[in-house]
């Protein structure tokens, strides 16, 4: 298995307060995903990461900001949490993106269930 | 995404049987992902074809990305318990931009009886 933890595992928080969830790998991959699985969406990606301090924003990014300040950490934050952000939310690594000469597999970590009350 | 297709969205079968999932894509691959997730749990992945007539074996699932690469079957032979699960494809479409997204089809929950 990957080396991929996510923390926390599951979060309950109120509408409005700032949540930050955790990406730690020990595969010094270049690469790092975070995506969020909601029911009848599949996942949806919401940033990425090619390099340290290097971030680009995916299909679903409005509310969410990251950060990465060491290859082995990628962090996502919600400054101020909504309803419509209780999710699962999944970190992925990959060695490098994906292109016209090779594919690279991408590795997910377990996730967090987050709730919004 | 409406990109990506999977069909059935859900699947019953008994043990023994053999069965297939198809995961069909509006656009060319480039390359295409299979993983295995089960509930409540994260992705475990099972393989990636590139290659159009690829086709790649782990244990007794077999996948295969079509010549026009537009499509990727998912056999399983024999299925048990342990199978059970969502499956679920994720494809690689050359973008516009430096990344090279990859999208996931919306899964196949597969449940097997003993």
């Known amino acids: 298995d990957a080396g991929i933890t996510q923390s926390p595992r599951h979060k309950v928080t109120e509408t409005g307060t700032p949540v930050t969830l955790r990406c730690h790998q020990t595969e010094n991959h270049r690469y790092m995903y975070w995506y969020r699985q909601d029911p009848g969406h599949g996942l949806r990606l919401i940033h990425y990461?090619?390099?340290?301090?290097?971030?680009d924003k995916g299909e679903v990014s409005d509310g969410y900001s990251v950060s990465r300040s060491k290859t082995e950490d990628f962090l996502l934050t919600l400054e101020s949490a909504t309803s419509s952000q209780t999710s699962v939310y999944f970190c992925?690594?990959?060695?490098?993106?994906?292109?016209?000469?090779?594919?690279?597999?991408?590795?997910f970590g377990p996730g967090t269930r987050l709730t919004v009350t | 995404s409406q990109e990506l297709e999977q069909s059935p969205q859900s699947l019953i079968v008994q043990e023994g049987k053999n069965l297939t999932i198809n995961c069909t894509s509006s656009?060319?691959?480039?390359?295409l992902y299979w993983y295995k997730q089960k509930y409540g749990e994260g992705l475990i992945f099972l393989m990636m074809l590139q290659k159009g007539g690829e086709e790649k074996s782990h244990e007794k699932i077999t996948a295969k990305l079509d010549e026009k690469k537009q499509q990727s079957s998912l056999h399983i032979t024999a299925s048990q318990p342990s199978h059970a699960g969502i499956y679920l494809c994720g494809a690689a479409l050359l973008m516009k931009t430096s990344y090279d997204k990859v999208i996931f089809g919306p899964g196949t929950s597969l449940s097997v009886i003993p």
């Open positions: 656009k060319t691959l480039y390359g």
């Open positions: 990461s090619y390099g340290v301090k290097d971030t």
């Open positions: 992925a690594i990959s060695e490098s993106s994906a292109g016209l000469i090779s594919l690279y597999e991408q590795y």
